[in-house]
């Protein structure tokens, strides 16, 4: 039996590992079905790296409508909770002028609030904030991750010792509150998701994506990622934004500072690239919804199964 279509058009979400053609099915999706491309990439959210992280170019641009690319300065992190808020009002901007809603994207914290909402936490006092920086700068990240272990291990569990900012904002939490971000996380979400969702998920073969990846970080060089970098390191941010972590920049980074030669910041460029692919395909195996369409074509071909899938949720494509 077919399903009931749905009293509003579907928001289709577009996911998978970097490398594996995201954007350019996106394009061809927009052309077919009068679509919106809204942005799901941390990184491609901030301005200041339009190369080295893979940004749509303006002539890509130029062919159908995108947004929430290059919005943000690289100096303030973009949470979840802003991304999400940003997102729907897109995706609400689309749905009103009758067009299709495409989210694309491979961060994967990103699909999952926008599916489930984010827990309604609190806003954080300064003097929290600045609090925790003290005892940061002078106990260091370990004692900072230790305490917790002992107030929230659960957080404490899933967080690692290294990540600055996620320790901190369980901690900010925990203060600001006295109950576990764990808990805030646990008990639901705050307003309904965007509902309903379509996702199609691109997976093509991991070899195909880590030469695919090796070759555009090579084009990225070419096309000037070197010199974007070396501007970027330049506007003197602090290293635990989440802007500096972002694919290839650390790499590009330290031979900027003479650390290492330029070849050998490309080979650790795309290592970390393949890592990334990894954690990227082992979330969306295991993280998406049921009833998602998986795409395994590595081509920028638009995949003919996709129309009717999308027609299955009550759109005339």
């Not at 272990?149 to 010792?161: E, N, Q, Y």
Request: hydrophobic share 45%.
């Amino acid at each position: 039996m077919r399903p009931e279509p749905p009293d509003e058009p579907p928001t289709i979400v577009l996911a998978g590992p970097t490398a594996s053609g995201k954007s350019a099915l996106a394009l061809e999706l927009a052309r077919r079905c009068d679509g919106v491309i809204v942005n799901a990439d941390s990184m491609q959210v901030y301005r200041e790296l339009r190369i080295v992280t893979a940004r749509p170019s303006p002539e890509e641009e130029a062919r159908a409508p995108h947004r929430l690319y290059g919005i943000l300065p690289a100096a303030g992190p973009c949470s979840a909770a802003r991304w999400l808020g940003l997102a729907r009002a897109e995706i609400a901007a689309a749905r009103a002028a009758g067009k299709l809603p495409i989210v694309v994207g491979g961060t994967g914290l990103y699909l999952r609030v926008l599916q489930q909402g984010i827990a309604d936490i609190p806003d954080v006092p300064p003097g929290i904030r600045d609090g925790l920086a003290l005892r940061l700068a002078e106990e260091g990240l370990p004692a900072l991750h230790a305490r917790l272990a002992a107030v929230d291990p659960a957080s404490a569990a899933r967080i690692r010792p290294t990540d600055r900012q996620r320790v901190l904002r369980a901690l900010e939490v925990w203060d600001a509150t006295g109950r576990p971000l764990s808990t805030w996380q646990a008990e639901g979400a705050a307003g309904a998701s965007v509902a309903p969702i379509a996702w199609i998920w691109l997976d093509p073969p991991r070899a195909d994506m880590h030469a695919r990846a090796a070759t555009r970080f090579r084009a990225m060089i070419a096309a000037g990622a070197l010199e974007e970098v070396r501007a970027f390191r330049a506007l003197g941010l602090d290293p635990a934004l989440p802007a500096m972590k972002a694919l290839g920049v650390p790499e590009l980074i330290r031979h900027l500072a003479g650390d290492m030669p330029l070849e050998a910041a490309i080979e650790q460029a795309v290592a970390a690239t393949r890592q990334y692919i990894k954690r990227q395909t082992t979330w969306f195996r295991h993280q998406l919804p049921p009833g998602h369409l998986r795409v395994e074509q590595f081509s920028e071909s638009f995949d003919l199964r996709i129309l009717p899938f999308i027609r299955r949720f009550g759109l005339t494509a």
